[in-house]
């Protein structure tokens, strides 16, 4: 049975990734969808992120008493990348609820939804990434050349946020209670996660808690430290691979196992 | 070659939202629909299609004949791979085409143009297929210079006519109609119909769910009566049709 199932998942997955032209045409139309008939079209949320990143940083540089040099930019791209990793868990719930037109209708591999949410907001952090940059500059922080491994320490936060997507947009199919559930999560994810605040703000025994036993911070971390001059520790590496390996583990055998109950849970 | 082959499908849609004992006892009564019960675990069980067996060849065509709520739409979801059976086997060989919903994937606020690559691209063909075939489309939707306005600017006429012109240029081996498709104006709808024929002649097996005799007389050569989500009667359209219709 297990073998079974995740080899429905498998076989699934790969007709997903065949049908890349199509996935791409999609989430492209959703971008473009949403800001049909507005001058500045996606842009404009580079613009709401890029206030909101101001805004916090001026108010909370001021209240923890940070160098701007060191917290704009950290909080610049931990804004960015926490509100695509959190729009990526929270539109997982829904990947498959809010396909149910096209699920109902037409045999399309049922993974070609998460994949198409994903490049959505791949697309839109395309949009978003633009601000960071910018805070460099303004702040006169050089980019070295450290940055390139956030590249293999993005892959690695997708191949953790897909799996999460996809169990989550097949138990939210199934428990309509769960998409709820999960926007709190993120929210309190988010405070719990150092985005807002600096690490280097933590006396030393929460740090444990907060930092080491919080996934988010691994993942986080694969990808943003290399952007501000840091190499992410052993830990966040180790982390953030394991829980590929293990979320793969379960998310396949889930999905396999419940895919063929997705059309009729819509 | 196209085959499809059913041998004892059921679908049981399991309802979460219902509580079992008060809504079984209401809707039991109910005269259309399948048949509701609960599973072991005391959920409510709609019971959509039951032990379903027939087997369908190239050059069927066939007819779905039954009352609203009998299993007409779910045989046709079943057909197209979109519901797998919850018990029971359902073989089904060849490509499907499905002309259920001809405006599924179409966006309002997107041109015309962009619309036949976005609802091609959801049909299965690739981005070079729908060049090809892009002044094809256009010349048979007879959109003209609308073809690069939104589609929200045009009437419902027109918005059809772009929808079957794309939704018609596949050509599945096995193709599920639900009623027949009839768009346009007398103009059109008079070129729609020479093209559905031609479509129609061309897959091996047809499947079309419809309430009309005229219909069902006209293009099927077989027809299955479903009731209450089971066959019953399945044979050519002059019996069942005069048994389903009354003579």
Redesign the interface.
């Known amino acids: 049975m297990r073998n079974g199932s995740v080899g429905i998942a498998v076989s699934d997955i790969i007709a997903a990734t065949r049908r890349y ?2 996935v791409g ?2 989430g492209w ?1 959703d971008v ?2 949403r800001y ?2 507005s001058a500045l079209g996606p842009f404009w949320l580079t613009i709401s992120m890029g206030v909101m990143i101001g805004t916090i940083g001026v108010v909370f540089g001021q209240i923890f008493n940070s160098p701007m040099q060191e917290f704009l930019p950290f909080l610049a791209i931990g804004m960015i990348l926490w509100s695509f990793m959190s729009t990526v868990i929270g539109e997982g719930c829904t990947g498959f609820i809010a396909a149910e ?8 591999p049922l993974f070609a939804h998460i994949m198409r949410m994903i490049w959505r907001n791949i697309l839109i952090l395309g949009h978003n990434i633009v601000i960071f940059p910018l805070v460099l500059l303004a702040v006169g922080k050089p980019l070295t050349w450290l940055a390139l491994i956030s590249i293999p320490g993005f892959l690695l936060a997708l191949l953790n946020l897909t799996w999460i997507a996809l169990l989550l947009g097949v138990l939210c199919a ?1 428990y309509r209670d769960l998409p709820q559930i999960v926007a709190s999560l993120l929210q309190v994810v988010f405070y719990l996660t150092p985005i807002m605040w600096m690490p280097s703000l933590l006396p030393q025994r929460a740090g444990l808690y907060l930092l080491d036993l919080n996934p988010a911070y691994h993942i986080m971390s694969v990808v943003r430290s290399p952007l501000i001059g840091e190499l992410p520790t052993a830990t966040n590496w180790w982390v953030s691979l394991g829980m590929a390996a293990i979320g793969w583990a379960v998310a396949l055998v889930v999905y396999g196992r419940y895919k ?1 109950r997705i ?3 819509l | 070659m196209s085959l499809i082959e059913f041998k004892n499908v059921c679908v049981d ?2 309802i ?1 939202n219902a509580n079992g004992r008060s809504l079984k006892k209401r809707l039991i009564q109910v005269a259309t629909g399948g048949q509701l019960g609960s599973d072991e675990q005391g959920r409510v069980v709609v019971r959509a299609l039951e032990d379903l067996t027939f087997t369908l060849r190239d050059g069927d065509r066939v007819g779905l004949l039954g009352h609203n709520g009998a299993g007409k739409s779910t045989l046709l ?1 079943l057909l ?5 059976p919850s018990s029971g086997t359902a073989l089904i060989e060849g490509d ?1 085409g ?1 002309l ?2 001809i405006s ?2 179409i ?1 309002p ?2 041109t015309g143009r ?1 619309n036949i ?2 609802r091609g ?3 299965g063909m ?2 070079s297929e729908i060049t090809e075939k892009l002044d094809e489309i256009i010349e048979f939707s007879e959109l003209g210079d609308f073809v690069d306005m ?1 589609i929200r600017t045009y009437s419902s006429g027109m918005h059809l006519r772009l929808a079957f012109a794309v939704s018609t240029i596949i050509k599945p081996q096995i193709l599920l109609m639900d009623e027949w498709l009839s768009v346009g104006d007398e103009g059109f709808k008079h070129k729609a119909e020479i093209r559905m024929n031609e479509l129609v002649k061309s897959t091996n097996i047809l499947v079309i769910a419809s309430h009309s005799r005229e219909l069902v007389m006209h293009t099927c050569n077989r027809v299955l009566w479903l009731e209450h989500g089971r066959i019953k009667m399945d044979g050519d359209p002059t019996t069942v049709t005069a048994a389903y219709f009354g003579a």
């Open positions: 032209a199509l045409m999609l139309q473009r969808q049909r008939r037109g096209i699920i109902k209708q037409l045999p399309i199934r063929r059309a009729y849970w | 849609f399991p979460y979801r197209s791979s979109v519901y797998e499907i499905s259920i919903d599924l994937g966006d606020e997107a962009e690559f976005l691209g959801i049909l690739t981005k939104p």
